[in-house]
Nanobody, 124 residues
Framework: QVQLVESGGGLVQAGGSLRLSCAAS????????MGWFRQAPGKEREFVAA????????YYTESVKGRFTISRGNANYTVYLQLNMLKPEDTAVYYC?????????????????WGQGTQVTVSS
């Protein structure tokens, strides 16, 4: 079992950057496939990015490709999501999640462990 805690959210102007962190306790993040999801007000939670536990391959939703980067920390207890060229439509609560599946997945149902989320607000 792993516990996940997100941090790094905040208010930023359009075009700015943030780095979100997901700290794991209980087990290293290398034991899991890791994902980032987000949920905007009045909308369903959606997939953003995922990192495979087997080969480190990454997978992104189309709207963030080239702007966001998911990565794992050297100590294997943290996963990051670098957010660049932010847009107002990126405003949401961002959640970190872990899955026992070996490959990066964009499906919410594949993830068993979830953090509490961190708010990202992008002003125009």
């Amino acid at each position: 079992q792993v516990q996940l805690v997100e941090s790094g959210g905040g208010l930023v102007q359009a075009g700015g950057s943030l780095r979100l962190s997901c700290a794991a306790s209980g087990r290293t993040v290398s034991s899991y496939g890791m994902g980032w999801f987000r949920q905007a007000p009045g909308k369903e939670r959606e997939f953003v990015a995922a990192l495979s536990k087997t080969d480190g391959s990454t997978y992104y939703t189309e709207s963030v490709k080239g702007r966001f980067t998911i990565s794992r920390g050297n100590a294997n207890y943290t996963v990051y999501l670098q957010l660049n060229m932010l847009k107002p439509e990126d405003t949401a609560v961002y959640y970190c999640a872990a899955t026992s599946r070996p490959y990066a997945s964009g499906y919410l149902s594949h993830y068993k462990y979830w953090g509490q989320g961190t708010q990202v607000t992008v002003s125009s």
